[in-house]
């Protein structure tokens, strides 16, 4: 036990698509005040839930102030931030004064006129609490993190897997290392080291990610080092700070810091040809997937992962599924509310006729025209299973399931990844029992359905999360940058 520290904790978090037309504005993030944020994150495997159990075990006393997230979308327009700044800093100032600061943020945010935000808001933290107050971030491993934030803090912890199946235990590991601050009057150094390097997202299961994974975990059990993370990167953020980088923290040398994160970051450019993604149209992940005995064969729609800030309402993929006359098929979930209403109207045990999908853009696929048996309707409501968020709270809005020949498809009011099978379960299916289960989710899939897949095979096409890079007019990115300039060079 710990004396009884005041850690007061808030939330900002936005991964931002520059490529979405929209801007995201203040009503599009979930906002949360006081109590509401314990409410919201006790019992759930989240950064806030982490930090929550971490303070209790030790004697610490959380204070909740103010917590912004929204779902990943376009460019945050400045009145939005600006007023988030605005009542996170009054939230904090009004529980002063508090022995540390505990900040759940994201990484990737971009703010119209502002390309390091998290930079920005550590920044004011640290400005009106002083030099003394500790304070310790969580940060997503797509973050696009920069020396100028690192610098503001006196400790980060990115989660290191992808899927996110770590972000509670990096909640707990930050206010650990608030107890030794405190209480060993621990002095930290952080260093991030910048790699030239545009990532196609990749999960760290296997392959090139899974091994930099290990050299970090090895690193950490070097005397001196705190944490070491390897931050892929958010590509779809076209500002000059977006890339891979390396982040370490360390008692107290910026030397050991920044020697530990070069010898990670040369591992990774010198690998960097392991990275490339397979490209496959949605016919050719379609005929793979067919040519595997039994099933279930996942097949993500890359492009249009409404995690990377994508409309969610492509059909590519469902296109490619429907003309192919797949039967014991499935897919989850095509955000369109006008087809949700339509359906509704309907009733369960009817037929429709509906424009389905295609609905915010043609660069995502234009609406198919399809009849189809309503199988049943929901709320779209359900707790989250997997180790990735378990027992938060989802809400698709009304949602329905719908049978096109012999692909089940579930439509949903709002726009959501696919990760969690219980989503399927809703709507009365086993996704064990399909043949293809087809997924709005390029990585995180995985946390709720690897272990049942007999394989997956990528479907990639036009979307604003596709991993062909080259198909983006890059202006901001710093150049030359990997794989966009095959010049680019990393000296370490």
Not at 58 to 72: M, V
Not at 287 to 299: D, F, M, T
Not at 335 to 345: G, L, M, S
């Amino acid at each position: 036990m710990c004396p009884a520290y005041r850690i007061a904790v808030a939330e900002f978090s936005h991964e931002t698509n520059t490529y979405c037309r929209e801007r995201t504005h203040l009503h599009d993030f979930s906002i949360a005040h006081g109590t509401e944020i314990i409410d919201r994150n006790r019992g759930v495997l989240s950064y806030i839930g982490g930090m929550l159990d971490e303070a209790k075990e030790l004697g610490a006393t959380i204070i909740p102030t103010f917590a912004a997230a929204a779902t990943p979308s376009g460019t945050i327009a400045l009145d939005a931030y600006q007023q988030i700044r605005q009542e996170l800093l009054s939230n904090v100032k009004a529980v002063l004064p508090v022995d540390a600061i505990a900040l759940s943020l994201h990484g990737a945010a971009v703010v119209e006129g502002i390309d390091d935000p998290e930079g920005d808001l550590c920044w004011a933290v640290r400005n009106l609490v002083g030099p003394e107050v500790k304070i310790v971030a969580t940060l997503d491993l797509h973050g696009n993190v920069t020396q100028h934030m690192a610098d503001a803090l006196d400790g980060a912890f990115g989660v290191n897997n992808h899927p996110h199946v770590d972000s509670y235990e990096r909640g707990r590991e930050a206010v650990q290392l608030i107890s030794r601050l405190l209480g060993e009057n621990l002095r930290t150094a952080i260093h991030v080291e910048k790699i030239p390097m545009l990532q196609p997202s990749m999960t760290t299961m296997r392959g090139p990610a899974a091994m930099v994974n290990k050299i970090c975990h090895d690193a950490e059990r070097q005397k001196g080092v705190i944490d070491c993370t390897y931050y892929h990167g958010f590509p779809y953020s076209d500002i000059p700070v977006a890339g891979s980088s390396v982040m370490v923290t360390t008692e107290g040398s910026r030397d050991l810091a920044a020697m530990v994160a070069k010898r990670v970051a040369t591992f990774v450019w010198q690998h960097r040809e392991e990275f490339r993604p397979e490209i496959l149209t949605p016919q050719q992940a379609i005929e793979k997937a067919l040519a595997i005995e039994g099933g279930p064969v996942i097949v993500p729609d890359a492009a249009d992962d409404p995690g990377a800030g994508c409309p969610g309402d492509g059909t590519h993929l469902l296109k490619a599924m429907i003309e192919a006359g797949l039967k014991n098929a499935c897919f989850a979930t095509v955000a369109d509310p006008e087809a949700v209403e339509a359906v509704h109207a309907a009733g369960a045990g009817t037929k429709v006729s509906l424009r389905l999908g295609g609905k915010h853009d043609d660069l995502h696929g234009t609406p198919l025209h399809v009849t189809g048996y309503v199988k049943c309707l929901t709320d779209g409501r359900f707790i989250q299973q997997i180790a990735m968020g378990r027992g938060s709270e989802q809400n698709l809005g009304r949602a329905a399931r719908i049978q096109v020949g012999g692909v089940d498809i579930i439509v949903t009011t709002k726009r959501s990844g696919t990760s969690d099978p219980e989503v399927f379960l809703l709507h009365g299916i086993d996704v064990s029992r399909y043949k293809i289960v087809a997924v709005k989710s390029l990585n995180h899939w995985r946390a709720g359905f690897e272990h049942m897949a007999k394989a997956s095979f990528v479907a990639d096409s036009p979307g604003l999360s596709t991993r062909n890079l080259a198909y983006f007019n890059f202006t901001r990115v710093k150049r030359p940058i990997w794989p966009l300039d095959l010049d680019a060079n990393y000296e370490g």
